[in-house]
């Protein structure tokens, strides 16, 4: 025994380099294991998207995706004869509308409680008001005040009962649109198929509805970058947004004002009928999810982002912040707007405009490639 101690006692150095060696072997296998991968689709039926998630196993389940995507899609067009929404639209009976997927009922009930925290700012019983400003605009005209009058009795979401087998119309003339809502309801329906899949590290980013978890590197956060190209602008603007553990909205008026409809959709005020002016360029909105995010998106741009925020009162659990990005008709250039908890570094003179939290730590600006989405998390 002693002479085993001996040789310990000999070569322990040795030991432990071997261990050492050992340990960095196995590390670097774990380490090689965890991958990013991206996923991309396009076409013209489906809305593109792209997953940037770490997993230690390739997850080639991206038909599961599309599926999941495209049903909610279909359960929720406002303009798809056959989907949920257009049956519940027509559904004239007195009797209640009982639910035919498990997509209708959560974008109610999230609407129920941003309808009631902004006091009716976000209303998608809007959907006659759509229609009327629609129509006109085809022909170059405005709704006369009393086209808009003659709808107004059927707008407000306080005509609508749910629970979670079944919603119930107050009066029967009442329908909803909730077109607005869909790609922010499939990006929060896919983070959590990946949470699903044990998969803790992600970004979603399907059109201007993101959701994000966890972190690319230990050294870093998600980082979105998002072109800006509008007429008040000399440059495009490059922006980088830090998300952390959060989802956003963005509402991006220089693609909104090329198309009068979709300015329709996301800035007719449900108390007054009428379309609201809108003055910046583009919102940022961040919340736990991308489905609140959105909701409260559309509330702050058919009112105003300072009234809204003081009408919802979010509680101490509630992360609801904003940035706007609106034109200086002082300085010709432009200011922004945000609330307390984000911070925004922008030099003067550059295009680049980094949004972080205010408790996050500087990061710098100077990102070497700036095309749109995801920014290379390796």
């Known amino acids: 025994m002693n002479a085993y101690y001996r040789w310990l006692k000999r070569n322990a150095v040795s030991i432990c380099l071997l261990l050492l060696l050992v340990i960095l072997y196995v590390f670097k296998i774990n380490k090689s294991d965890i991958k990013v991968l991206q996923c991309h689709h396009k076409n013209e039926h489906a809305p593109s998207y792209s997953i940037t998630y770490l997993s230690n196993h390739t997850l080639n389940n991206q038909q599961e995706i599309e599926t999941l995507v495209n049903d909610i899609e279909e359960a929720l067009d406002y303009h798809a004869l056959t989907s949920e929404v257009n049956l519940f639209n027509h559904h004239y009976d007195s009797e209640p509308f009982y639910y035919q997927t498990p997509y209708l009922y959560p974008i109610l009930t999230k609407s129920k409680e941003v309808y009631h925290k902004t006091q009716g700012a976000f209303d998608p019983t809007i959907a006659p008001y759509i229609n009327l400003w629609q129509r006109h605009k085809k022909v170059g005209s405005e709704p006369s005040e009393e086209d808009i009058w003659a709808i107004s009795p059927v707008v407000s979401l306080d005509y609508i009962v749910v629970n979670e087998t079944r919603v119930k119309k107050l009066k029967e003339a009442v329908t909803i649109n909730v077109n607005n809502l869909i790609t922010s309801f499939q990006a929060d329906a896919i983070a959590h198929w990946l949470q699903q899949k044990h998969v803790k590290d992600f970004c979603i980013q399907l059109k201007d509805a993101v959701v994000a978890q966890g972190m690319p590197s230990k050294k870093k956060q998600w980082r979105i970058i998002k072109s800006i190209a509008h007429p008040d602008l000399e440059a495009p603007l490059h922006v980088h947004i830090d998300l952390g553990d959060s989802a956003m909205a963005i509402i991006d ?46 509330a702050f741009m058919t009112k105003h982002f300072s009234n809204v925020l003081a009408l919802s009162t979010p509680t101490e659990e509630d992360y609801l912040e904003f940035v706007m990005i609106e034109k200086d008709e002082e300085t010709n250039g432009i200011k922004y707007k945000h609330s307390a908890g984000l911070k925004i570094i922008h030099k003067e003179g550059s295009t680049k405009v980094l949004i972080q939290r205010s408790e996050d730590p500087p990061s710098k600006t100077n990102v070497d490639e700036e095309k749109e989405g995801v920014e290379d998390a390796s």
């Open 253 to 298: 008026n220089s693609t909104a004002l090329e198309n009068d409809t979709a300015q329709a959709e996301i800035c007719i005020d449900p108390v007054t009928g009428d379309i609201v002016p809108q003055h910046c360029i583009v919102a940022f909105v961040f919340a736990k999810d991308c489905l609140t995010a959105r909701s409260y998106a559309t």
